[in-house]
């Protein structure tokens, strides 16, 4: 596999207008990201970014961005275009989107979701955590994954994504974890399908690629990253790189 790490970034968010410029610790949040997806030596990192102000943050950095339309409607439309623009040659047959709001990210759990491609199964690959928080079994934010686990009770089959309780009866829930892995053709295939009804209904993705018999995968890692959204969560994140510096 030759994989490649894209990272879309846009001003435009409704809760934290202009969030990935956001200072944690001196420096923009999504340098922060950019950092950490570079750490995991997984593979080459780009921003896909809709501003000059992102791209500029970056590159000041030392990294790589590419812009992309401010209009596309989602965060797979985006790196789907950067992948175009940055690869056109098609070099890469493995993308691994992070999104560009977890700061705290641990980069070892990317190498995990690029894993399960080993598979040659598997189309798209994803992480989730098991819920320890009461509240997050109930919470719609919180999106969980129905898993068919394969033998080590560790990884497994994706079955389907809600923002339900589900599956109902005893035992463990998960919180899944926005970071995917596509192989090249799969990625394609997803970008050129209409939104599926399930997707639509739960406003899911996901859902439109297994709507459309697609196979993803997903491990279990220990924590969720903090995913910053509100300027509650971004002072949880500055707390923490304060304690982790």
Same mark, same amino acid.
């Given at each position: 596999?030759?994989?490649?790490?894209?990272?879309?970034?846009?001003?435009?968010?409704?809760?934290?207008?202009q969030?990935?410029?956001?200072?944690?610790?001196?420096?923009?949040?999504?340098?922060?990201?950019?950092?950490?997806?570079?750490?995991?030596?997984?593979? =080459?990192?780009?921003?896909?970014?809709?501003?000059?102000?992102?791209?500029?943050?970056?590159?000041?950095?030392?990294?790589?961005?590419?812009?992309?339309?401010?209009?596309?409607?989602?965060?797979?439309d985006?790196?789907?275009?950067?992948?175009?623009?940055?690869?056109?040659?098609?070099?890469?047959?493995?993308?691994?989107?992070?999104?560009?709001?977890?700061?705290?990210?641990?980069?070892?759990i990317?190498?995990?979701?690029?894993?399960?491609?080993?598979?040659?199964?598997?189309?798209?690959?994803?992480?989730?955590?098991?819920?320890?928080?009461?509240?997050?079994?109930?919470?719609?934010?919180?999106?969980?994954?129905?898993?068919?686990?394969?033998?080590?009770?560790?990884?497994?089959?994706?079955?389907?994504?809600?923002?339900?309780?589900?599956?109902?009866?005893?035992?463990?829930?998960?919180?899944?974890?926005?970071?995917?892995?596509?192989?090249?053709?799969?990625?394609?295939?997803?970008?050129?399908?209409?939104?599926?009804?399930? =997707?639509?209904?739960?406003?899911?993705?996901?859902?439109?690629?297994l709507?459309?018999?697609?196979?993803?995968?997903?491990?279990?890692?220990?924590?969720?990253?903090?995913?910053?959204?509100?300027? =509650?969560?971004?002072?949880?994140a500055?707390?923490?790189?304060?304690?982790?510096?």
């Amino acid at each position: 596999m030759n994989p490649i790490i894209l990272i879309p970034a846009r001003l435009a968010a409704t809760r934290l207008p202009q969030k990935p410029l956001a200072d944690i610790a001196g420096r923009p949040m999504i340098v922060h990201v950019w950092e950490r997806a570079v750490a995991s030596n997984v593979g =080459e990192v780009v921003v896909a970014c809709d501003s000059q102000a992102i791209f500029d943050a970056i590159t000041k950095a030392g990294g790589r961005a590419v812009l992309t339309d401010p209009d596309l409607p989602s965060g797979s439309d985006r790196i789907w275009q950067a992948l175009g623009r940055v690869d056109p040659d098609g070099r890469h047959d493995v993308i691994i989107n992070v999104q560009g709001d977890m700061p705290t990210l641990d980069p070892s759990i990317i190498v995990q979701a690029a894993q399960l491609l080993s598979d040659p199964r598997v189309d798209i690959a994803t992480l989730a955590a098991e819920i320890t928080d009461l509240d997050e079994k109930t919470d719609p934010a919180v999106v969980k994954p129905v898993i068919a686990f394969d033998a080590s009770g560790t990884k497994g089959r994706a079955l389907y994504f809600s923002r339900s309780t589900v599956p109902s009866g005893e035992g463990a829930l998960y919180h899944h974890i926005g970071i995917y892995a596509y192989r090249r053709k799969a990625l394609a295939e997803f970008v050129g399908m209409v939104p599926s009804l399930l =997707e639509k209904r739960e406003k899911l993705e996901q859902l439109r690629a297994l709507e459309a018999n697609m196979r993803i995968d997903i491990a279990v890692v220990d924590a969720v990253p903090l995913g910053v959204d509100t300027p =509650e969560t971004l002072e949880k994140a500055r707390k923490w790189h304060e304690q982790n510096k």
